[in-house]
């Protein structure tokens, strides 16, 4: 069946470094990839997405793009800041997948000042 | 500003009683997701409707949990008996799913206790 599998680990970076989540993905046919953020004590949002191979998702500086040949879509931004600091959930939808959403185990990132 | 709406906040309740959730999804959404998130499992999905007909539950224990549409304004979870195990976040998502391309909105969660 689809699955997400995300780097193990919490993630601790110093503020102005640079963030890099890994996700790779299981599936059938050709899925839709998406990035969530949950803050504390808040429901998931949507950070961003990539419907089909070789786009990039981007928003408020993160990006990741659908790479179709190593089925990943890694998590990237270039200056994190302390507000970046919360739970980041990769996510797949599949037309094969009955359009269930799978999502990956989360990764708690800290931005320390 | 249009959002899911999720009641109650927070619950807290003893072993062996009945607890309902309730979620509004967003109106014109064709899909809603329950999903319940503890530390130790994640993000588990329960179950989801698509047009207020359940697609898949294989995730809810049958013996006590239950997942309703009423109407397409409603969704509920319903859990009889709790048990302290059952206490998690719960979260209600809703989405237009079409093609693969399931964008959900989540609403902010019912954190249940059960003692």
């Known amino acids: 069946g689809n699955s997400v599998t995300q780097m193990e680990g919490p993630v601790t970076l110093s503020e102005e470094a640079f963030l890099t989540i890994n996700c790779t993905y299981t599936?059938?046919?050709?899925?839709?990839l998406f990035w969530y953020v949950q803050y504390p004590g808040e429901g998931l949002q949507l950070l961003l997405k990539?419907?089909?191979?070789?786009d990039k998702g981007s928003n408020k500086g993160f990006e990741a793009t659908y790479r179709k040949e190593t089925t990943s879509f890694h998590l990237e931004k270039g200056s994190v800041q302390v507000s970046d600091s919360a739970v980041y959930f990769c996510?797949?939808?599949?037309?094969?997948?009955?359009?269930?959403?799978?999502f990956g185990k989360g990764n708690q990132v800290v931005v320390i000042p | 500003d249009a959002r899911v709406t999720q009641t109650p906040r927070h619950k807290v309740t003893e072993m062996g009683q009945e607890v309902t959730m309730r979620c509004q999804p967003i109106l014109g959404h064709n899909t809603v997701f329950w999903y319940r998130q503890t530390m130790m499992q994640g993000l588990e999905l329960l179950a989801y409707f698509r047009n207020r007909a359940p697609l898949d539950d294989s995730g809810m224990p049958k013996d006590r949990f239950s997942a309703e549409m009423p109407d397409a304004t409603l969704a509920t979870l319903k859990i009889q008996p709790s048990e302290p195990r059952d206490s998690a976040v719960y979260f209600c998502?809703?989405?237009?799913?079409?093609?693969?391309?399931?964008?959900?909105?989540f609403g902010q969660g019912t954190r249940l206790t059960v003692v």
């Open positions: 599936a059938t046919g050709y899925p839709s």
């Open positions: 990539a419907t089909k191979a070789d």
């Open positions: 998502a809703s989405g237009t799913g079409t093609g693969g391309n399931t964008e959900a909105f």
């Open positions: 996510a797949l939808s599949s037309y094969y997948g009955n359009n269930r959403l799978a």
